[in-house]
């Protein structure tokens, strides 16, 4: 099992598509063990994207995430941090295929719906760096057994 990060961005929140994309991710067999909403600030956002912070856009970046709460989500599955970032699309909207989260609701590069930690590795530090210990609930899904062979979990 893997557990990763997902963050519905403002862009989300705001045109009111929280509950339509929580349900793409349920309906997918994708457990949710972490949620609650933040508001962002400069600290957080430039650890999270510290691979972004001396790009041109970073401060349209950073003001698009501060804008208002975002919701952050620990989602937990079998190779959880690709399916779900397979679910997320190309991080363009305008080129990411349809059926991806980002595809069906996005035409922007950076107003682009959702967040997903992109390895194992970085779902690890990004989960803990938006929840704190006690935060994430690991619970037994009731069935775990109709989602899965025997042989995968
Ligand atoms: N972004 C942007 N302009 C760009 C590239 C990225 O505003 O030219 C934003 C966009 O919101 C993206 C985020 O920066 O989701 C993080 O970029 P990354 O390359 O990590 O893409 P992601 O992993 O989100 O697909
Ligand atoms: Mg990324």
Known sequence: METTLVLLKPSCV???LIGQIINRFERRGLQIVGMKMMQLDDAILRDHYSHLVDKPFFPSLAASMKATPVVAMALQGVEAVTVVRGMTGYTNGR???PGTIRGDYSM???QNIVHASDSIDNAAVELARFFKP???LNYKHALAEYMYGSDEI
Do not use: L, M, T
């Open 95 to 97: 080129k990411a295929d």
């Open 108 to 110: 922007s590069n950076q």
């Open 14 to 16: 705001n045109r009111g």
């Open 134 to 136: 006690g935060e994430i």
